[in-house]
């Protein structure tokens, strides 16, 4: 998802103030290697609202990176939600708890009505895990089809179809990847026949084809009537393997991709004119509280709640959806979707005015606020990550915080709150206009 | 963990009043039919308050099951830290947050000096999940061990390692179980070696030995001389095959088995004498709010880190360290682990006295408040599920909760708030020995 350059590294330590050091020394000490800071020079804040996260001196920062606090920064309705429950009671699902059905009623009335069965879980990959057990146990085969630099999660099951993690040498063998869809997606279709042909031939079987529907990992394809037939022509060629259709919805999902009248909603799978088997949510769900979920066909719950056994601890529970519910009423109240849809568009149009001017700007993709920026080598036009990555760090520099992503680490990725207003969009391209200048 | 017949189930639904009914049949409407309810008559609670839940008509309960809310329910200084953290900001570990620097500080200081590095994830199941990740990923292996009846949790690799969950055919090929410690531990080792020489002749070699170190779901086994003995034991031949030790301590964890004067601390292995390489934790961390964590020896979690990209979006986030840290500073300063030994010694005595009274009970096992006491047929002194769900649901109707748990279910599991009082274990005591008579 997010290069290796954008991170802090070792020999950056020189240039940094005290404190920020010694931070960084004893975080250092206490956590896991495996842990990473944003930037050359880390980001210390303290405080957030909206869309602005300020330091410990005040410095504002414009956050146009961070899609979990989707509602905006420590939004005081949500805020209170957990405070007020947290106080009353916080149990599990196997007492009765009102809020967690008048809950669940308000998110499925947002789906398909074939997608009517809701569980809930701490975290997007427990979501993806949860999928593909069902998907399996449904369907008694093995084989499970991604794109080609997929990620949905971090468990052990969901590392291994999750290429984008550790390339496809860390797949599992039953995991085939097909390219997303590109063009008009007959490389898609042409690599989701290869696939399935190879899963049944190595007696793995089609157990599903899961597609995050933003494409986030894999460039950001915003949805079209292309999208559309291809992923239709995948899902027909999946479902007459016998395997299912899982839509991750964790990073699209609540709203991201806007909502404009009479136009799709809050699902990413809708824009796509898609009908999946399994959905999974997840990141703003609650606005940064852990809560996501599985929303699927009934038949298949059914089948696997007779068999396996299934209990999450601290999923349910009335705090975790009071904080879900207060995240949802803000999101309609203050119609974010839609706003998305206009603000986005604004933002894209900035943008590609951007990129008129400057050349080593390729291209703008993505729908609603979830923005892609290709950004390129003028001499060749050849994907550019060095110079993504630098544009990150100086858009830092420059109080505005995004990322860069995509297969070849050379998209700035601009995902923000979906808050993120048209003043907020025109400082975006400011600053970014006053960036690429400076690096050309 | 819990049998079957504790849970509400289709045919009780006639005794139910209209409330209670109409709360089940909208709740099975739209949540997976694998959710379950305890009781055959489900109880709606809308209020806790250290060891007490309410229903809404006010009416209390003495809880002497749930170790979630381990520092009593809704306890106030935990809402307070949550309350007002969540009002100022909640982001994620890429940017700098001394909070979590602090909290990783003090709970390390707790495990012995080897286990230093701290990786924050959002559930005991991916606690274990990458517990066993980093395991396989450091030696090379596949193979895992786990006692008969183990519970881990629910991700496809830790259901995969988890008898409980679906008997020994629902485990992965590279599983193999021992029996627990019980009498003098010879059983265990002797499975222990088989278990290796069977992992190594498959072609799994040896990747981990996994234990709860309170033997919740193999039937709560103190800590003894024996216990100690015969898990160095079983350690030392894991090693020698190249595994390592994983102490599962998300049940155990944080003083649940007591704590006096000179004697172990926090952590269930302590008591047992072991020294593992990687430690979970989870269940009672937060009080409800979802955070667990894996605790290891650095050189392992340094592999991983260089060679494997983990990221968990929710862990280790400002409101979460927040939680973390209110309930660890609220179970040292109420002085919570060794209220837990003392009155649990004094829950236990009461038990024992019971158990001269009525050939119903067996034995009273465990320490400090995790308890289980076993009830058999007093014709034949077999285990009896039957009789042991029977008193779970007579105690319901007494307003006392607690469950039946182990491998034949016929154990009360009896495992409340670390407040439960003196008072609080009479009443338990009494209202069983009611219950106990009523069965007679």
């Known amino acids: 998802m997010i290069g290796p350059a954008t991170y802090f590294r070792p020999e950056h330590r020189a240039g940094l103030d005290d404190r920020t050091r010694t931070l960084i020394d004893r975080r250092e000490a206490v956590l896991s290697p495996g842990?990473?800071?944003?930037?050359?020079?880390?980001?210390?804040?303290?405080?957030?609202?909206?869309?602005?996260?300020?330091?410990?001196?005040?410095?504002?920062?414009?956050?146009?990176?961070?899609n979990v606090p989707s509602v905006g920064h420590a939004h005081p309705r949500v805020t209170a939600a957990i405070a007020e429950q947290a106080a009353q009671l916080n149990t599990h699902t196997r007492y009765?708890?009102?809020g967690l059905i008048d809950y669940a009623e308000l998110l499925l009335g947002s789906f398909d009505d074939t997608l009517d069965t809701l569980t809930l879980v701490c975290t997007g990959s427990e979501a993806n895990d949860l999928a593909l057990r069902?998907?399996?146990?449904?369907?008694?085969?093995?084989?499970?089809?991604?794109?080609?630099?997929?990620?949905?999660?971090?468990?052990?099951?969901?590392?291994?179809?999750?290429?984008?993690?550790g390339g496809i040498d860390s797949l599992a063998e039953w995991v085939r990847t097909v390219r997303p869809p590109v063009g008009d997606g007959t490389e898609m279709v042409a690599d989701a026949r290869a696939a399935i042909a190879a899963l049944q031939a190595a007696g793995h079987g089609v157990a599903a084809f899961i597609v995050d529907t933003a494409f986030a990992s894999d460039g950001f394809i915003a949805p079209s009537p292309e999208t559309a037939t291809a992923l239709a022509e995948v899902a027909r060629l999946v479902r007459a393997a016998g395997g299912v259709i899982i839509a991750d919805e964790v990073q699209p999902g609540?709203?991201?991709?806007?909502?404009?009248?009479?136009?799709?909603?809050?699902?990413?799978?809708?824009h796509h004119d898609m009908t999946p088997d399994l959905v999974t949510i997840g990141k703003p769900m609650a606005n940064g509280f852990p809560v996501a979920g599985l929303v699927a066909r009934r038949e298949l719950?059914?089948?696997?709640?007779?068999?396996?056994?299934?209990?999450?601890?601290?999923?349910?529970?009335?705090?975790?959806?009071?904080?879900?519910?207060?995240?949802?009423e803000v999101l309609h109240d203050e119609q974010l979707p839609?706003?998305?849809?206009?603000?986005?568009?604004?933002?894209?149009?900035?943008?590609?005015?951007?990129?008129?001017?400057?050349?080593?700007?390729?291209?703008?993709?993505?729908?609603?606020?979830?923005?892609?920026?290709?950004?390129?080598?003028?001499?060749?036009g050849e994907p550019d990550s060095a110079a993504a990555v630098s544009l990150v760090g100086a858009l830092r520099e420059r109080r505005i915080l995004i990322?860069?992503?995509?297969?070849?680490?050379?998209?700035?990725?601009?995902?923000?709150?979906?808050?993120?207003?048209?003043?907020?969009?025109?400082?975006?391209?400011?600053?970014?206009d006053g960036a690429l200048s400076d690096l050309a």
Chains 1, 2 share one sequence.
């Not at 944003?38 to 410095?59: C, I, K, M, N």
């Not at 609540?254 to 809708?270: D, K, V």
């Not at 943008?351 to 979830?370: F, Q, S, T």
């Open 35 to 66: 842990y990473r800071l944003f930037y050359a020079h880390p980001l210390e804040f303290v405080r957030g609202s909206g869309t602005s996260l300020y330091t410990r001196d005040g410095t504002e920062y414009l956050d146009a990176y961070n």
């Open 96 to 98: 009765l708890h009102e």
């Open 134 to 165: 069902v998907a399996k146990h449904a369907t008694g085969n093995r084989g499970v089809i991604v794109t080609e630099n997929a990620y949905h999660g971090v468990t052990t099951e969901i590392a291994a179809i999750s290429p984008s993690l």
């Open 254 to 270: 609540f709203g991201r991709l806007g909502r404009r009248a009479g136009a799709p909603g809050l699902w990413g799978y809708r």
């Open 301 to 328: 719950m059914q089948q696997f709640g007779e068999h396996v056994r299934y209990f999450n601890t601290f999923a349910g529970t009335p705090v975790s959806v009071a904080a879900a519910r207060a995240t949802w």
């Open 338 to 380: 839609e706003h998305a849809a206009t603000v986005g568009d604004e933002l894209r149009g900035m943008l590609v005015e951007l990129a008129a001017r400057h050349d080593r700007v390729h291209a703008v993709r993505g729908a609603g606020l979830y923005l892609g920026v290709d950004i390129v080598d003028p001499a060749t």
């Open 403 to 432: 990322s860069a992503s995509g297969r070849d680490n050379a998209a700035l990725k601009v995902r923000p709150p979906l808050p993120f207003s048209r003043a907020d969009a025109e400082r975006l391209t400011t600053e970014l």
